[in-house]
């Protein structure tokens, strides 16, 4: 056969491989939530006659089974198949015999799945832009779930910025969405079939972030592997940098070459390497006050800063959270083994009235935390997290005696009582106070620093 009969195998997603006997010896699949909607676990799919598995697949109808017999390829056939569960679907194939020389020792078939319309709603179980799953991204625009102006004008100005290969920069506070705001821009720009390489700067020791990031190079005097770095790995798609100022200064003026000159050298390496890539930042920390501490070049600031986003959060952002809810309820439905129709009134009040130190991420975990403590389809009050349930009770609690006293000063005043909390809580434990704060490490470190807590 010539190679372009086989040129539309690229369309399928799924790969089966069988022994002589029509036995699963291999498969891989685009999508293991197919298996899932099987009722089968990927184990359970291998050494089964490829017939046991439906309901309307006698031997005689198989393709598989009628190559095995007959030697001879089938091409682009659909059936429709029902699953011992019940589950209904159509499936487009080609399949083709597997010789030794001798004799027929196996078939090898191609296909995809298409869902009829009942069945519509399972198609959010599958990834719905294939190609996001092979760059590294999880998140399009379209996770940004919003009702409030303020992002809608976010969106506007992502799908614009996209279509450039200009520096971008993204502020806002830990769980603001920065990371899916990088993400949407990357899948909705002409580089979406590259990589997309994310590295958070405050993760790694400083001594290490050289080496990961630009990679190293073996010479006759060290035992250094030769590595790829992060950089390269992105070459072709967008390098997104997270706690951009946790980059020692030194480290920042590679970087500004890097976006520059779009060259670099590896780590004892003697040679150029020119890549092709978009290079996003973010930070969570006030610019201004970092370029003051010099913690963040200026001149890597303004050349980050060709066009920033400076995400809100979710306090000045309300209108968003009953269609968060929504969104939510909608996600854990769909990954979690309950169902749940929606939250009572009184939850939303709960949700309106408080302030969100963790912005969205803090929302979607007090959704899940809802989902484990239910007892009915309804969300009540006792199921989300006691500091949202009793935070107007604790705001209450502040006095308002002393009348001198400004409403900033009594905002600090319960800042730092929080902080205080849960530094007792967790043992004067700066990670763990933090991530329970909704707070960068830090930003914690900060905040301790202007109330003097150390």
Partial sequence: MKFKEFEHLSEYDNVLVVDEHGITIFYDLADLHILKQLGLKPEEFLRKSVTSF??????????????LKTGEPIWNTEQELTSNNGFTYTSRSS??????????????????????KENIQLLEQFASHKIYRKNNTIYTIDNLISQSNVMDE????????????????????????????AQSIHNLSNRYAQPFISINASEIPSTFLEHILFGTEKDHLSTTPNITGMLEQANGGTIFLDEISALDIKLQAKLLRVIEDKLIRRVGGKQDIHLNIRVIAATNENTDKLMKDKLLREDLYYRLSV???????????????????????EFY?????IKIDKVDDEVLHAFQQYNWPGNVRELKNAIETAYNNASSKDIKLDDIPVKIR??????????????????K???E?????????????????????????????????YKMEKYELR
Avoid: C, W
């Fill in 333 to 337: 439905n769909r990954h979690m083994q």
């Fill in 154 to 181: 976010i969106k506007r100005k992502i799908n614009k910025v996209a279509s450039t290969d200009s520096t971008i920069l993204i502020t806002g506070d830990t769980g603001t969405g920065k990371e899916i705001v």
């Fill in 54 to 67: 439906y309901k309307n697949l006698p031997i005689e109808k198989s393709t598989l089974m009628s190559v």
């Fill in 95 to 116: 399949t083709f015999p597997i010789h030794n020389g001798v004799s027929i020792v196996g078939a090898i078939e191609f296909s995809k799945h298409y869902y009829q």
């Fill in 390 to 407: 009793n935070y107007s009770g604790v705001m209450e609690k502040i006095t308002l005696s002393d009348h001198k006293i400004n409403l």
């Fill in 413 to 445: 005043e319960y800042e730092k009582s929080l902080i205080v909390r849960e530094l007792k809580n967790t043992g004067d434990k700066l990670a763990e106070t933090a991530r329970r704060l909704g707070l960068s490490k830090q930003l914690l470190k």
């Fill in 409 to 411: 000063d009594k905002v």
């Fill in 307 to 329: 066009f920033q986003f400076d995400l809100p959060p979710l306090s000045e952002r309300k209108e968003d959270i009953e269609a968060l809810i929504d969104y939510y309820i």
